[in-house]
């Protein structure tokens, strides 16, 4: 029951919302006049008013220049819209550039570890025989079993 009378009550609003919206907007047209072919008409017009053909105008006009600014503002967004659009364009490029060197200088640390990571690797030797008092050199193989 409650909610009838809600929906009732809101339907009554809702309805004189829309009403008195529509009234706002209807205006009086009863100095338009449908004329037939004749007097210095060549066509069937409507004949207004002075004063409300020049209101049209002045509504006309100032519509055309609302419409000029309105074309305007867009041409400066679509001039922002495009520079916007290279920058971007510019930030992809850095950015799939600085990738590429990013794994390049993966692949290349990963081939290093790969070799630093094997026990096997040449040496320099060097010493000083203090029983026979000379010194030695060489170059030889080296299999790494402690690393430190």
Do not use: H
């Not at 609003?13 to 210095?40: H, K, M, N, Q």
């Not at 066509?43 to 105008?57: A, F, I, N, Q």
């Not at 550039?97 to 690797?121: C, D, F, G, V």
């Amino acid at each position: 029951m409650r909610k009838k009378k809600l929906l009732r009550a809101s339907a009554l609003i809702l309805t004189t919302i829309l009403l008195a919206a529509g009234t706002a907007c209807s205006d009086d047209t009863a100095a338009v006049e449908l004329r037939p072919t004749g007097y210095s008409l060549t066509e069937p017009s409507y004949v207004v008013p002075v004063r409300d053909g020049r209101d049209t105008v002045e509504l006309i006009e100032t519509q055309a220049v609302e419409l000029t600014a309105l074309r305007e503002y867009l041409a400066a967004q679509n001039a922002s819209l495009e520079q916007i659009t290279k920058e971007f364009s510019v930030l992809e490029a850095a950015v799939a550039e600085e990738r590429a060197a990013w794994t390049a200088e993966a692949e290349k640390l990963s081939k290093q570890n790969r070799r630093l990571s094997s026990p096997w690797s040449v040496g320099f030797f060097g010493g000083y025989d203090p029983f026979r008092d000379e010194a030695v050199c060489g170059v030889g193989v080296v299999y790494s079993v402690i690393r430190f």
